[in-house]
């Protein structure tokens, strides 16, 4: 059976969209995205699962009095589901200790920097490549990689580098790290990594 995995946004969902178009294409040969899971019921990434014809349910934080109670509500969805793979596309919320050793190396995410640059606690978002920018680097890139307790720390699953233009601003950067890198290897990295789940499960 292929390996069950559930997407976790929060925001526009491109990241989202890209992994949709990936499993339509017959790419995500291993994997099956049946749950959406947003921690913002505005999220624009709830409408592209809905047209996907994908499951999806909000957990807002806000609900919930605390941090473990959050993480309770998104276990009993996860366990509801049979979820045995969580893809973090833009999921501002950050999971404790107790919830990632809890799905030790099935949890992934994509981060708009070549780590270990630009990346860590409050780096997110077009801070990312301001940091890039007034740093001078040349280069720059998204990274996937495993979820740990430490934000941005897991072993890295796949890079891929963008050049820096001289005429580039944070916005024009973030869009062209995420058309060129993030879309590209995120479905990729979600292939090898439920690929390695059900291989496990033989
Ligand atoms: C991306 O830049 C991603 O790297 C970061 O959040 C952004 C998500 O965008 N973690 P989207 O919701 O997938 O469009």
């Not at 040969?29 to 999806?56: C, H, Q, T």
């Not at 996860?78 to 099935?106: H, K, P, Q």
């Not at 879309?183 to 439920?194: E, K, S």
């Amino acid at each position: 059976m292929k390996t069950r995995i559930a997407v976790f946004v929060s925001g526009g969902g491109t990241n989202l969209q890209a992994l949709i178009d990936f499993q339509r294409d017959g790419k995500l040969k291993d994997g099956e995205i049946v749950l959406v899971i947003s921690s913002n019921p505005s999220a624009y990434a709830l409408e592209r699962a809905a047209k996907a014809d994908i499951k999806s349910v909000t957990v807002a934080k806000k609900d919930c009095a605390t941090q473990q109670e959050f993480e309770e509500k998104i276990i009993s969805e996860l366990e509801e589901n049979g979820i045995e793979m969580i893809v973090l596309a833009g999921f501002m919320s950050i999971l404790s200790a107790d919830f990632t050793r809890r799905y030790e190396d099935r949890i992934i995410n994509v981060h708009p920097s070549l780590i270990p640059s630009f990346c860590g606690k409050g780096m997110y978002g077009l801070r990312v490549h301001e940091s890039a920018l007034s740093y001078g680097v040349k280069v720059t890139g998204a990274t996937v990689h495993f979820v740990n307790e430490i934000p941005d720390g897991g072993k890295i699953i796949l890079q891929k580098s963008v050049r820096i233009l001289q005429s580039d601003n944070a916005e024009s950067l973030q869009k062209r790290v995420m058309k060129l890198a993030e879309w590209d290897i995120l479905p990729r990295a979600t292939q090898m990594v439920a690929k390695a789940i059900r291989m496990e499960k033989r």
